[in-house]
C-alpha cells in the first residue's frame, strides 16, 4: 500500500519526471554532505591539536635525533612510556674528514616522508613529515620539510615534555664535546660528529703565549656590558662588540690544535669558514658572519692563501666570489654583525695585505713559533714522565738533554716543529727519541 502510494506520487508526479525531484535529492545530499564535512571539521578542533615543525626550527633535528634514537634501541632497553616504528626510512650520512686524510661515515636511519604513529606517555600520536620538492630554499638549495604531530586535545601538554626531552637528548650527546660547523649555503651545519675537547693544557706553546690569548678572550667575554653601555652613552663612543685574533707562525706549530682547545676550555664551538668555497659571494659571506651560532668561534684558516694579492683562487683554480674589499667588510663594515669571535691562521704573515691586520679586524695578533727548548722539555715529560717504563729522574735527565740539544740547534739556525716532535715521541722510546731528533731539524748550518 505505501509503495503504491509513493509510486503514485513520484512516478505521477510530472515536476519529478521533469527532474526537479532528481536535481532536490542531489541537492539534499550535497548538503548532508558538506554538514559532514563541517562537522567532522569542528569534531577535530574540538579533539584534536595539532603542532607543526619546518626544517628551519633547531627542533627539526632534535625531534629526528629522538626518534633515531627510540627507533634504534633494543625493545627491552627501550622505556616503557615510548614506541615508535617506521617502515618508511629515510637515511642521514654524518661524513668525519681527519687531519691526516682519513675520515669515516656513520648512517642514521630517521623517519622518511610520509605518515607515521608513535605513542608518547601513553598517548598516540600521529606524525607527518612532509617534503616539499618543487621549491627549494633560496639560498642553500635544501627543500622545504615539515613535521606535523597530531593527538588529543586533553593531551597537548605531551607536546612540550617531548621537545624538551629531545632538546636534553641532543644537548647530551654534545655535552664535554666540540662541535665543528661548516657553511652549507647560507647556513651552519655541524661537520661529522661532535669530537672530544681537547685539553687546553695538552697544545704545549712557548712560555706565557697561551695565557695570553686566552686572558684576552676571557676578558673580551665578560665585558660585554662594558661594550653596551658604550654604545649606549653616545653614537661616537659606540664600540663594536666583537674580537679578532690572528695567529702566525710556521706549519706544525700548534696554531688550530690551541684554537680547538680553547674552544673546548670555554665550551665554545668552531665554525669553519673556506672562502675558497664555491658559490661563496660577498653577500653571503656577510650573512654567514653575521649568523654565526651562539657560543662559537669562526675559524679562517690560511687567509694568506685565501687573498694572495687580493685575489682569492681555490687549488684547482677555481676563483671565488669573494672579493678583497667584500671580506674587509665582513669583517667591520657597516654590513658586519655583532657579538662575534674571529680567529684567523697564517704561515707567512707577511704576505698579509696591511688593512686586513689593522687594528679593529685583528685586535690581537700573536707568534705560535716553531719549537723553543722550553717546549721541546715541557712535550716530552708530558710524553714519558709518570710512565712505569722509564725512572722519574730518566725522564728529567733526558729532558735536560734535548732542551740543550734544542737550544744549540737554534743557536746554529736550525728549527724544528712541535708537530715533528709529537711524530717522533709517538713512535720512539725516551733515549731513542733524544738520540734521533737532531734529524728533524730544519734550516741553515752555520
Known amino acids: 500500500m505505501k509503495t503504491e502510494l509513493f509510486n503514485g506520487l513520484v512516478g505521477d508526479n510530472p515536476y519529478f519526471q521533469a527532474g526537479f525531484g532528481l536535481m532536490g535529492v542531489g ?95 601513553g598517548a598516540w ?136 682547545a680553547l674552544a673546548g676550555a670555554l665550551s665554545y664551538d668552531i665554525c669553519l669558514l673556506n672562502l675558497s668555497e664555491r658559490g661563496l659571494a660577498d653577500d653571503k659571506l656577510i650573512h654567514l658572519l653575521s649568523n654565526a651560532p651562539e657560543r662559537s668561534f669562526i675559524l679562517i684558516e690560511d687567509v694568506d692563501a685565501a687573498f694572495n694579492k687580493r685575489v682569492q683562487t681555490s687549488e684547482d683554480g677555481y676563483q671565488s666570489s669573494v672579493t678583497f674589499s667584500g671580506f674587509l667588510n665582513a669583517l667591520d663594515g657597516v654590513a658586519s654583525g655583532e657579538e662575534r669571535i674571529v680567529f684567523m691562521t697564517t704561515n707567512h704573515i707577511e704576505k698579509l695585505d696591511p688593512a686586513l691586520i689593522r687594528p679593529g679586524r685583528v685586535d690581537l695578533n700573536v707568534l705560535v713559533d716553531d719549537a723553543s727548548p722550553t717546549q721541546a722539555r715541557t712535550l716530552f715529560t708530558r710524553f714519558y714522565g709518570g710512565s712505569d717504563d722509564i725512572h722519574p729522574d730518566v725522564v728529567h735527565r733526558l729532558a735536560d738533554q734535548l732542551e740543550d740539544i734544542v737550544a744549540a740547534e737554534m743557536g746554529n739556525g736550525r728549527r724544528i716543529s712541535m708537530a715533528a716532535l709529537q711524530g717522533l715521541f709517538i713512535r720512539s722510546g725516551a733515549v731513542e727519541a733524544v738520540e734521533s731528533c737532531r734529524n728533524l731539524f730544519v734550516g741553515k748550518q752555520v
Not at 50 to 67: G, I, Q, S
Not at 71 to 82: E, G, L, M, V, Y
Not at 165 to 173: G, H, I, Q, V
Request: proline residues 4%; positive net charge; glycine residues 6%.
Open 125 to 260: 600520536m600521529q606524525m607527518k613529515r612532509e617534503r616539499e620538492t618543487r621549491s627549494m630554499q633560496l639560498m642553500s638549495g635544501n627543500p622545504w620539510e615539515t613535521i606535523t604531530l597530531t593527538t588529543l586535545s586533553r593531551d597537548r601538554d605531551l607536546f612540550p615534555r617531548l621537545l624538551a626531552e629531545a632538546r636534553d637528548l641532543a644537548m647530551k650527546s654534545q655535552q664535554g664535546k666540540l662541535v665543528i660547523r661548516t657553511a652549507w649555503g647560507i647556513e651552519w651545519r655541524p661537520f661529522g660528529q661532535p669530537r672530544q675537547k681537547r685539553p687546553l693544557h695538552s697544545v704545549v706553546l712557548d712560555t706565557g703565549v697561551s695565557e695570553k690569548i686566552e686572558q684576552d678572550v676571557r676578558a673580551f667575554l665578560q665585558r660585554r656590558q662594558w661594550y653596551a653601555d658604550r654604545a649606549t652613552l653616545s653614537v661616537d663612543l659606540g664600540i663594536p662588540y666583537r674580537r679578532g685574533y690572528l695567529l702566525h707562525g710556521p706549519p706544525g706549530s700548534g696554531k688550530t690544535s690551541y684554537i680547538q
Open 27 to 121: 541537492v539534499g545530499l550535497t548538503v548532508l554532505r558538506q554538514g559532514l564535512i563541517l562537522g567532522s571539521t569542528t569534531l577535530r578542533r574540538r579533539l584534536l591539536v595539532t603542532l607543526e615543525v619546518n626544517n628551519k626550527d633547531r627542533a627539526y633535528e632534535w625531534f629526528l635525533t629522538w626518534l633515531a634514537h627510540n627507533a634504534n634501541t633494543a625493545p627491552q632497553k627501550r622505556a616503557t612510556s615510548r614506541w615508535f616504528r617506521s617502515h618508511q626510512l629515510s637515511v642521514e650520512t654524518a661524513v668525519e674528514q681527519r687531519s691526516n686524510g682519513s675520515s669515516s661515515a656513520i648512517f642514521r636511519l630517521v623517519a622518511g616522508p610520509g605518515t607515521h604513529w608513535l605513542r608518547y606517555q
